[in-house]
């Protein structure tokens, strides 16, 4: 059973572990950008205290990369921005050059010509035995319905009506 959530509630998962008839349980890990998934974990037991679920290890021919604002890898343990690299990887956005430059960059861990990464705006960590952990975004992206939602654009775009002098988007669960 392949499950995904960055930020996947540990109590839901220990229900399908105790109560559920999965031989194996994945929690998997991927945006769009890099076609399906890129991190996976197999999930044995989560622990009463546990607060989050290990995303995992990258598939085989994936790279995955912990980064400062400097694109120096951080040390285990320590907060870095996600960055993902080899096969699966987009190409970039249809008809969106900005972005496509802003979120995919050269690779400057590979030898490859035109080797690029993907810029996830999420932020991780390495465990002490390998796995990565989601620990939440960069920016104020959110998902509703698993669809990506820009605060900052809504705010934009209802600001831009005549009658709206200031705008303010906040996700909530009511």
Same mark, same amino acid.
């Given at each position: %059973? %392949?499950? #995904? #959530? /960055?930020?996947? $509630? &540990?109590?839901? @998962?220990? /229900? @399908? !572990?105790e109560k559920g008839r999965a031989e194996r349980l994945l929690h998997v890990y991927g945006p769009t950008e890099t076609t399906t998934f890129?991190?996976?974990? $197999? @999930? =044995?037991?989560? #622990? $009463?205290?546990? +607060?989050? @679920? &290990?995303? #995992?290890? &990258? !598939? =085989?021919?994936? +790279?995955?990369?912990l980064l400062d604002g400097h694109l120096r890898p951080v040390p285990v343990g320590v907060a870095g921005g996600l960055y993902i690299g080899g096969c699966g990887l987009a190409r970039g956005y249809l008809d969106q050059p900005a972005l496509t430059a802003e979120r995919f960059i050269p690779d400057p861990f590979s030898s490859e010509p035109g080797a690029r990464l993907y810029k996830s705006g999420d932020l991780a960590r390495f465990l002490p035995d390998g796995c990565v952990e989601f620990l939440g975004r960069s920016d104020q992206q959110v998902k509703i319905r698993g669809f990506r939602v820009e605060p900052g654009e809504v705010e934009a775009l209802l600001s831009s009506h005549q009658h709206v002098a200031q705008a303010a988007v906040v996700a909530r669960e009511d």
């Open positions: %059973l %392949l499950f #995904g #959530g /960055e930020a996947v $509630e &540990p109590k839901w @998962v220990r /229900e @399908v !572990l890129a991190i996976w974990h $197999e @999930v =044995t037991s989560v #622990g $009463e205290q546990a +607060q989050l @679920v &290990p995303i #995992g290890r &990258p !598939l =085989t021919n994936v +790279q995955i990369y």
